[in-house]
């Protein structure tokens, strides 16, 4: 028998195998059918997409601690955000109360 490694349940949810319910965590595996009835289920905690971005082009690029390389995470996982400013070309000049007594410089 073998169990899906994972099932994608709708826009940025998961499930995730993670074991059968004696134990064993290997997707495929052998059973012995007995005259007896048997039962056997497998865990599949819910894993959910997070994802961060900035609504400006050169607004801010996100970290996400830990990582994950698809960007799922299991739930109940804690992830820090930090932002940090991207690098804009160019630099405000001048002096002012306002933001519009700035100009742009090259």
């Not at 599949?44 to 801010?60: E, H, Q």
């Not at 995470?73 to 630099?91: E, K």
Request: with cysteine; aromatic share 8%; hydrophobic share 40%.
């Amino acid at each position: 028998m073998i169990a899906p490694a994972s099932l994608l349940l709708g826009a940025g949810t998961r499930v995730q195998f993670a074991s059968w319910s004696d134990g064993v965590t290997a997707l495929s595996r052998s059973i012995q059918v007995v005259s007896d009835r048997q039962t056997l289920g497998a865990s599949y905690p819910y894993s959910y997409l997070l994802a961060a971005s900035s609504d400006r082009a050169n607004g801010s690029d996100f970290v996400l601690h830990p990582t994950s390389a698809d960007g799922f995470y299991a739930g109940g996982t804690a992830v820090s955000v930090t932002a940090q400013p991207r690098a804009v070309s160019g630099f405000i000049t001048g002096k002012a109360t306002s933001p519009e007594g700035c100009s742009r410089g090259p």
